[in-house]
């Protein structure tokens, strides 16, 4: 097949596509504790814009967890006001 024909690079990656070879790219690895913050482009005062924020927090928080196959019990969210932001 291809490798005959000069292609062993080619024969090498349908190989490792196959699962027949191993693949020597690195496993990816989500960093052990999740930390996001958004800040919002102005004081917001309706609880609809601080829900819309909230909700792209916790879209990043299933992907994290999605990526390390885990699941919580309990979280944190916290607001900041201008200077007093949260730690």
């Avoid at 699962?19 to 504790?33: H, I, K, S, T, V």
């Avoid at 814009?49 to 299933?62: D, G, H, Q």
């Avoid at 196959?69 to 900041?80: E, K, Q, T, Y």
């Amino acid at each position: 097949g291809l490798a005959r024909r000069g292609a062993q690079a080619a024969a090498r990656a349908l190989a490792r596509a196959r699962g027949e070879l191993a693949d020597p790219r690195p496993w990816f690895e989500a960093p052990l504790r999740f930390r996001h913050s958004l800040a919002l482009p102005a004081p917001e005062l309706h609880a609809e814009a601080l829900l819309f924020a909230a909700r792209r927090l916790f879209a990043s928080l299933a992907a994290w967890l999605d990526a390390r196959h885990a699941a919580i019990d309990r979280f944190r969210l916290r607001f900041g006001h201008g200077s007093r932001a949260p730690p």
